[in-house]
């Protein structure tokens, strides 16, 4: 089993920055992946970013260039260095967990609001 738990959303002016941090607990031993997903009012979850725990990362296309994900290197924090935040940013914030035995975690998720 693993926890996830997010923190670090908020609110912040269009252009502004905001670090999103995921902590994990439990079998974090087992965990593969960390994804950053988001889902803003009347839509569907989105992919973010996503690290895995060789240090690969990948990102949708409309944050490249402005989020950057990483990690500590026993995959206990991973976190979502949000900048150039634009108002189609606003979202609730999820973290996911991929394990290698195939399971799939959620943390409770993060509200980002970004003002125009």
């Known amino acids: 089993q693993v926890q996830l738990v997010e923190s670090g959303g908020g609110l912040v002016q269009a252009g502004g920055s905001l670090k999103l941090s995921c902590a994990a607990s439990?079998?974090?031993?087992?965990?593969?992946?960390v994804g950053w997903y988001r889902q803003a009012p009347g839509k569907k979850r989105e992919f973010v970013a996503a690290?895995?725990?060789?240090?690969?990362?990948n990102y949708a296309d409309s944050v490249k260039g402005r989020f950057t994900i990483s990690r500590d290197n026993t995959m206990h924090t991973v976190y979502l260095q949000m900048s150039t935040l634009k108002p189609e940013d606003t979202a609730n914030y999820y973290c996911?967990?991929?394990?290698?035995?195939?399971?799939?975690?959620w943390g409770q998720g993060t509200q980002v609001t970004v003002s125009s």
């Open positions: 996911n967990a991929g394990t290698y035995s195939f399971e799939n975690y």
């Open positions: 690290i895995t725990r060789g240090g690969t990362t």
């Open positions: 439990g079998s974090i031993f087992n965990i593969n992946a």
